[in-house]
Each structure stands twice: as structure tokens, then as C-alpha cells.
């Protein structure tokens, strides 16, 4: 990559918002206190954050307020990877911090929640009401007999009373995780029977796309087939009466009771995460409520620059980490939006509705949707009242350059467009929104605090301006604290640490520019390498993708046992578009002319669709596994796919070219 110093930013903030950042009043303070560089803006801020990693994580935790019950030995104390430790000796609560709002009396009505559906009817949680359902739900799971470690489960939409139930678990020191309602049973089971949930929180169906879908069939199933659960809290979302032997969920949560805070060890375990689970069962990720309570004070108080007065909207489930991330807004005293729903129903505007009528400033949603937004023409600056949002973040993949352009010109000139990258295995950033920096068209601002992230070639020599490996060469407070079932911890060792011993590699491909900005290439275990040239696979799609016949596209690079290398495109068309050879050319001229000649693909195929997994990725490495003969069995995990039928046209394409 050219150097990018001279290209004119696509936003830049002005001065008053960066006097005004929190990122920028730490920096002074943090130089007051702590001997950070008070010169230099974020640049000189995050080398500080990554040379003097401990310090950095100490002010982080004074600056926030982090209330150590039992106060902390030292900052890192083992600072191996795996295995860093973090704050030994120090005890503390999550839920008490996410809590912590409603203590102030100005605050008490006011909305910590603000749940919409399709209806788009808005219904507010008070800071008050919050903490007294979390109170009465605690005490009732302590009477149920939950302890310190125990897993409590959610098969949960997005809905105040999933925040609530997360609360109260890690409020009892409980382990918390969660499942989708549009997830089938099989997919669930292949998560919850790994933790052996002893409290299941389920609903009766839900409503999507203008339906109701009923779930009472698969929570009878889960029932059966998770013989650790002692509760099960049926929350009536379509009227239905609770089941026999499960409890309702108005009674567990009537109580006006004071929540009591069980105070844990920095890494006790907070919530079990899920990796996509392609291939064999998904990897339950252990994070801890220390180090999920640091990383994300520093990621949404300073990266997302979100406080009291902010309404915090991202449009997932509970199925997907940014639930998770979502509710930790609460940690900075900010309103919450839950949209339970379809992002396209009754249109495509529907997010952007949201965000109008909830009064958003920070919005989050997919690269995808955006994308499909522009496809479809809309004018929502125009058409909708979006003075209050201030930013508008995405992640789930890059954000194609022309997104960037669309949501600049189609939403507001003066926004901040932040591109975030992380992963669900840290549930947090490792590059993205800074509030002080310009936003430059295709690329991610920076790297985060606190994230000493670089680029490395295959001998582990750092790169600027070239594509290499995503690594982090210093531990992240919300790293993995281990897998779940992974007893000598060969299974988290090898998902992160067997290329580059004692550094992380995520699996994907970045360019670290002479300014420090990122660009995300897709994942390194997918990229496409012809005659050593590497391009990532989004590069690809950003540019087929562009083109109004394609709805949507996948490719592969496929190594062959001769020596050969066999990239096909695969493409799922747009309604009434048709795989001619002159579309076959035009996507052909579209790649050579816009990315690279050696990236043309040998062939381009039409697909009935392209398969995701159930968050909404495109399954490259299963489908090249599939294209290289492995079994359908063995190439992905079903459970894990939202549509297995799909990939039925990918293994009858195998068998035919052998």
C-alpha cells in the first residue's frame, strides 16, 4: 500500500468536539497523574497505552471509579500469553457497576432502557425500575440455589428482560450465556450442554418480519435435553401460560428488593461466549467480569465517547457479542436501545426509524446493511429526522469504501463513520472508533488503547504498508481467561497461539498505514494468494458487489494436489439478473480494473445463495473445505449454518470435479 498521508480526510472532528472527547480529558488527566505524554494527541497516547501497560490499565480503572472491594496486589501479574493475570487479589462486581447510575437521585426515572419492536411501540426501563428487577431477580436465584459459578442460560431476544436476567446472574456471581430464539434447538444444545446451564430463561416464540414464531416445541426440547437445568423462567412474549414446572417471570422479579453485589475475584468468570462453530463444536470463550468491566469502561467511554446523556442503539441478538458489548453501555450511565425485530421489515429503512424515533447518538449496525441501504436507494438524511446521531458505527465485516461515501452523503457530512474490528474471542475492539482522529475513506482510525496491535509477516517481523497477520503482542484484559471443557488449555493454545508462541494471531489480514490507521482484508485463513500476490476476500466482494445484478458474492482459493490453484466466484444474483457472458465480463473487468489482474476468478458461478453462519458471516473456509472433498459432517458444524441446504450445491460441485 501507498503511503495514504496526503489523502483528505472524508470527516475530520472539529476542534471543540475534540476538546470535548473524554478520550482527550483522560489524556490530561492521565498526564497528570500517571505521566502519560499530555502532548502529541491519541498517537502519543496509545504508545504510552501499550509501553506502559500497566499504568495505562491503573488509570483506566481510577478514571472509571472501578470499585475494588478487596483492593488489587498488582496490575499484571503473570503477563504470559495464554495465561496473563490481571488486578491479583482484587475483588469486585460487574452488575454493581452496570448498576450504578440508578444510586443518583437525578437519575433514577430516567430511561436505562428503551425497548422497540416492529410495531416500533417504545417502552422505557427506568435506572430505578432496572435495579429493583435486578435485586428481586437475584434474590430469587440465590433461592433457587445459584452460586458463584454456576451458568445460568438465556434463549432470549433482544428484550429488557434478557439485560435484566444477565444482570441478576452476574450479580450472584453466576456465569451467564445466551442464545437467540431464531436459533434451533440442535444449535443450541451445542452450546448450553457444554456449560450445563442450572437456570434457563426462555420465552414462548417471538415476532420477526411480521410474524410470530413459536418456540414452546424447541424450549420443551431444551428442557429434555439439558438434565443440569433446576429452573426454568418462562417469560410469556406471546401470551402463552407458563409450562408445566416452569416458573413465571413476573413473580421472580415483583420483589422491591436491594441487590446484593457478590463481590468475586478480578478473573472470575462472567459470561461463555461462542465462536461461529463452522467446523466441530463452537469454542465456549471464558471472559471475566474484571476484565470484560476494564475493557469495555475503555472501549465506550473513550473509543465510542458514550455517556449519560447518549442513547446507545446496535442492532443485534443475544446470540452475537455486541449484545454483550451493547449492555455494557450501562457502565457509563447511558440509555440503552433493544430493538427486537427484523432490520428489514416492513423495509429496509427500519433501523434508521429506530434511530429517529429513539434518539440514538451512537448507532451500530452491519457493513452488510448499510451496503444493502445504498443498494436500495434510500435517502435516510433526507427522509428522516437523524440530527442526534453523532456516529454511526459497523462491524461484522469491512466496510466497503463506497459505504463510507453512502453514509456521508446519504446520512450527514458532519458524521463520524467508525468502522470497528474485534472479535467475539475478546468481545471487545482491537481497532475502530476514536473520536479525535479523522476518517478516512476504507479504513479503520486506529488502533485501540491499551491494544498493542501490529501486522507480521510469516517470520513475526512487524509491517507498515503491507498486507500481514493480525496480532497482539501484549495481553488484553479481555482475552479469554480460558475455554470452557479445555482442561489443559490445548484448545484456546491453539485457536490463538500456534503460529506466533506467546502472541495472539486472530486470523486475519491488516495493513497498518504510515498513519496508523487499519485496514481489515478478511480472514487469513480464507485470503486469496495467486503467484504471492494475498488479497483479502472482502476486497473482493466490495468490488463484485458493486455492481447491480449481484446480490450477493463468495470466493475461493482452492490449492490442488498438482500445483494448481483454482479460484471460483461464486454468485447469488439480484431478482431478474441473469449469468450471462456479459455479466460473467463485466464482473471479470470490475476485479482486474479495480483490484488486481491475478485476481480474476477462473470461474463465476451462480449460487441459489450464499451460506452464513448464524451471526451472519459468510462461510469461506467450510465451503473450500467442501470444494477440497471433506465430508459435509466434517466441513461444518450444521447447528452453526442458517441455511444447510445451501451448502448441498457446494459438495455435489466437489464430487463433480473430481
Known amino acids: 500500500m501507498t503511503s495514504a498521508a496526503d489523502e483528505a480526510p472524508l470527516w475530520q472532528p472539529g476542534p471543540d468536539r475534540i476538546a470535548a472527547a473524554a478520550v482527550t480529558r483522560f489524556q490530561s488527566w492521565a498526564a497528570e497523574h500517571h505521566g502519560a505524554p499530555a502532548e502529541g494527541g491519541y498517537a502519543s497516547l496509545h504508545r504510552w497505552s501499550v509501553d506502559e501497560l500497566d499504568t495505562f490499565w491503573k488509570a483506566v480503572a481510577e478514571w472509571f471509579d472501578v470499585r475494588f472491594s478487596t483492593p488489587y496486589e498488582q496490575i499484571i501479574g503473570d503477563r504470559s500469553m495464554p495465561g496473563a493475570g490481571w488486578f491479583p487479589g482484587a475483588t469486585l462486581n460487574y452488575a454493581e457497576h452496570a448498576l450504578r447510575a ?28 432496572l435495579r429493583r428487577q435486578v435485586g428481586s431477580l437475584a434474590a430469587e436465584l440465590r433461592a433457587l440455589g445459584v452460586t458463584p459459578g454456576d ?10 428482560q434478557a439485560v435484566v436476567a444477565f444482570l441478576a446472574t452476574a450479580a450472584v456471581g453466576g456465569v451467564w450465556t445466551s442464545c437467540a430464539p431464531d436459533f434451533g434447538a440442535r444449535s443450541v444444545l451445542d452450546r448450553f450442554q457444554q456449560v450445563e446451564p442450572v437456570v434457563l430463561f426462555t420465552v414462548d416464540g417471538y415476532r420477526y418480519g411480521g410474524k410470530e414464531h413459536h418456540r414452546t416445541d424447541t424450549v420443551a426440547e431444551l428442557r429434555r435435553e439439558l438434565p443440569t437445568l433446576r429452573a426454568v423462567v418462562h417469560i410469556p412474549l406471546l401470551g402463552t401460560e407458563a409450562p408445566e414446572g416452569a416458573l413465571d417471570w413476573a413473580g421472580l422479579t415483583a420483589a422491591d428488593t436491594e441487590p446484593v453485589f457478590e463481590q468475586v475475584p478480578f478473573d472470575h468468570p462472567l459470561w461463555v461466549l461462542y465462536s461461529s462453530g463452522t467446523t466441530g463444536l463452537p469454542k465456549a470463550i471464558v471472559q471475566s467480569q474484571g476484565g470484560i468491566l476494564l475493557e469495555h469502561f475503555k472501549q465506550i467511554g473513550l473509543h465510542c465517547d458514550l455517556g449519560p446523556e447518549d442513547r446507545f442503539f446496535w442492532y443485534t441478538s443475544t446470540g452475537w457479542m455486541m449484545w454483550n458489548f451493547l449492555v ?4 457509563t450511565g447511558t440509555t440503552l436501545v433493544l430493538y427486537d425485530g427484523s432490520p428489514g421489515h416492513p423495509d429496509i429503512s427500519a433501523q434508521w426509524r429506530v434511530a429517529e424515533q429513539t434518539g440514538a447518538t451512537l448507532f451500530g449496525t452491519s457493513a452488510a446493511y448499510v451496503m444493502a441501504c445504498r443498494k436500495a436507494g434510500i435517502h435516510p438524511g433526507r427522509d428522516l429526522d437523524l440530527s442526534r446521531v453523532q456516529c454511526v458505527a459497523t462491524t461484522g465485516s469491512p466496510l466497503p469504501p463506497d459505504g463510507f461515501r453512502w453514509l456521508h452523503d446519504e446520512v450527514a457530512d458532519d458524521l463520524w463513520i467508525a468502522s470497528v474490528s474485534g472479535g467475539t474471542d475478546v468481545c471487545s475492539c482491537f481497532a475502530g472508533a476514536v473520536p479525535t482522529l479523522p476518517v478516512h475513506i476504507g479504513e479503520l482510525q486506529a488502533a485501540c488503547l491499551g491494544t498493542d496491535l501490529q501486522s507480521w509477516d510469516p517470520a513475526g517481523e512487524p509491517l507498515t504498508g503491507e498486507v500481514g497477520e493480525l496480532v497482539v503482542t501484549q495481553p488484553m484484559p479481555s482475552m479469554p481467561v480460558r475455554f470452557w471443557n479445555d482442561p489443559d488449555g490445548s484448545r484456546y493454545h491453539d485457536s490463538y497461539f500456534d503460529v506466533y508462541p506467546g502472541v495472539w494471531r486472530h486470523g486475519d489480514w491488516i495493513t497498518i498505514t504510515d498513519r496508523g490507521s487499519v485496514v481489515i482484508h478478511g480472514r487469513s485463513d480464507s485470503t486469496l494468494n495467486r503467484q504471492g500476490v494475498r488479497m483479502g476476500s472482502a476486497d473482493i466482494y466490495e468490488a463484485v458487489e458493486r455492481l447491480p445484478e449481484i446480490r450477493e458474492s463468495l470466493v475461493i482459493g482452492l490449492e490442488e494436489p498438482d500445483g494448481g490453484y483454482w479460484m471460483p466466484l461464486f454468485v447469488h444474483l439480484a431478482e431478474g439478473a441473469t449469468l450471462d457472458d456479459t455479466l460473467r465480463d463485466s464482473i471479470k473487468r470490475t476485479i482486474r480494473e479495480n483490484l488486481s489482474p491475478r485476481h480474476v476468478p477462473d470461474e463465476v458461478i451462480e449460487v441459489p445463495g450464499i451460506p452464513h453462519t448464524l451471526t451472519g458471516k459468510r462461510i469461506e473456509v467450510p465451503v473450500k473445505r467442501l470444494l477440497q472433498g471433506t465430508a459435509l459432517e466434517k466441513a461444518v458444524n450444521p447447528g452453526s449454518i442458517d441455511n444447510l441446504e445451501l451448502l448441498h450445491f457446494y459438495e455435489k460441485l466437489a464430487r463433480e470435479r473430481r
Open 102 to 129: 440508578a444510586e443518583d437521585p437525578q437519575r433514577a426515572d430516567a430511561p436505562a432502557l428503551l425497548h422497540v419492536d416492529e410495531s416500533h411501540t417504545q417502552v422505557p426501563t427506568s435506572w430505578s425500575g
Open 151 to 160: 451458568r445460568v442460560s438465556g434463549y432470549l431476544p433482544n428484550i429488557p
Open 328 to 331: 455494557s453501555g450501562l457502565l
